[in-house]
């Protein structure tokens, strides 16, 4: 059974930083087929990829404009964990982010259960 456990969130302050931790069971993160991600939701919006790493053809990630320059996000193939480190964070930064891994050859994914990260100005 796979599992996607999201945790890291917390209150920070603006200008602060913070990193995610999504460890994940039941599936290996080196799986070419997978694109990892993490996700974010504002209240009212709707859920945005803010980063995302990928492993085919070639190591790769990827990042929104909102957060590009910001954001990383990288994997520890021996903790089978993806984390995304905030730096320089603003308000606009306040979400609920979840963890997602899309398997491109079953055409299935998968959700962490999210953790409420809060930056206050």
């Known amino acids: 059974q796979v599992q996607l456990v999201d945790s890291g969130g917390a209150v920070v302050q603006s200008g602060g930083s913070l990193r995610l931790s999504c460890v994940a069971s039941g599936l290996t993160l080196t799986f070419s087929g997978y694109k990892m991600s993490w996700y974010r939701q504002a209240p009212g919006k709707e859920r945005e990829a803010v980063a995302t790493i990928t492993n085919f053809p070639s190591h790769r990630t990827d990042y929104s404009t909102s957060v590009a320059g910001r954001f990383t996000i990288f994997r520890d193939d021996g903790k089978n964990t993806i984390y995304l480190q905030m730096n320089n964070m603003e308000p606009e930064d306040t979400a609920v982010y979840y963890c997602?891994?899309?398997?491109?050859?079953?055409?299935?994914?998968?959700w962490g259960q999210g953790t409420q990260v809060t930056v206050s100005s």
């Open positions: 997602h891994v899309f398997d491109v050859h079953k055409i299935r994914e998968y």
